[in-house]
């Protein structure tokens, strides 16, 4: 596609419950980031993909939190017993080249609401 | 490992006014430098980047970005700004050798009054 597709743009989900977030990145794009943006704050760093190299997960915040890639395609961040202070901007993001030194495509990213 | 730091949580400016957005980056070496736009309910766009050569780079938009190694600054200016500029702004660090992971700033966010 022309651009970062995430899907869904919304979600409300209640506490306990597992959700899966989806990014579609740019077609040949090889480079894939996941981000969080807590409301009023920064990017907050959580996993990257690059090509079929293993994934860098330093930035999950528990083991709760998994994410998926396969090649260079989509990737799917799921969140299990979800918690109020997981409420969050999901944004995925990715880039032609694996260091992204040229720059990064977001998408419009998945505002999860734990009630 | 690299940091950034926006100093200014809001900035509010008058429209036709010109604007200056501060970003300082902590890193041994020179790193590749982005400016990020985000308006409300998207994503972020990317308004310009610094990797070598010519320290001021100009981006979409109207804006530009003077990279001073010796102030460790990569501020982002426009010379007259716009109503539609109101927005966060986020400055991102890459480093040059190591980490493919981009550091962000907390953002700064753009109040325009007309």
């Known amino acids: 596609g022309a651009g970062v597709s995430q899907s869904p743009s919304n979600k409300v989900t209640e506490k306990g419950k597992d959700v899966e977030l989806r990014c579609d990145p740019i077609s040949g794009h090889t480079a894939l980031y996941w981000y969080r943006q807590r409301l009023g704050q920064g990017l907050e760093f959580l996993i990257y993909?690059?090509?079929?190299?293993?994934?860098?997960k330093s930035g999950l915040p528990s083991d709760r939190f998994s994410a998926e890639r396969t090649g260079e395609s989509v990737s799917t961040l799921t969140i299990q017993r979800t918690q109020q202070e997981d409420s969050a901007v999901y944004l995925c993001?990715?880039?032609?080249?694996?260091?992204?030194?040229?720059?990064?495509?977001f998408g419009s990213g998945t505002r999860l609401t734990v009630v | 490992a690299q940091s950034v730091t926006q100093p200014d949580i809001h900035i509010t400016v008058s429209e036709g006014a010109s604007l200056e957005l501060r970003c300082n980056y902590s890193?041994?070496?020179?790193?590749?430098l982005f400016w990020y736009v985000q308006s409300p309910g998207q994503g972020l766009q990317l308004l310009l980047k610094?990797?070598?050569?010519?320290?001021l780079v100009q981006g979409i938009k109207g804006f530009e970005a003077e990279f001073k190694r010796s102030q460790s600054s990569f501020n982002l200016r426009k010379p007259s700004v716009h109503w539609s500029d109101a927005a966060e702004y986020f400055c991102a660090v890459l480093t040059s050798g190591g980490s493919y992971i981009p550091t962000f700033g907390r953002g700064t966010s753009l109040i325009v009054h007309p």
């Open positions: 890193y041994g070496a020179t790193p590749y």
């Open positions: 993001a990715s880039s032609l080249v694996p260091r992204g030194n040229y720059g990064y495509t």
């Open positions: 610094y990797f070598s050569g010519d320290t």
């Open positions: 993909f690059q090509g079929n190299s293993a994934p860098d």
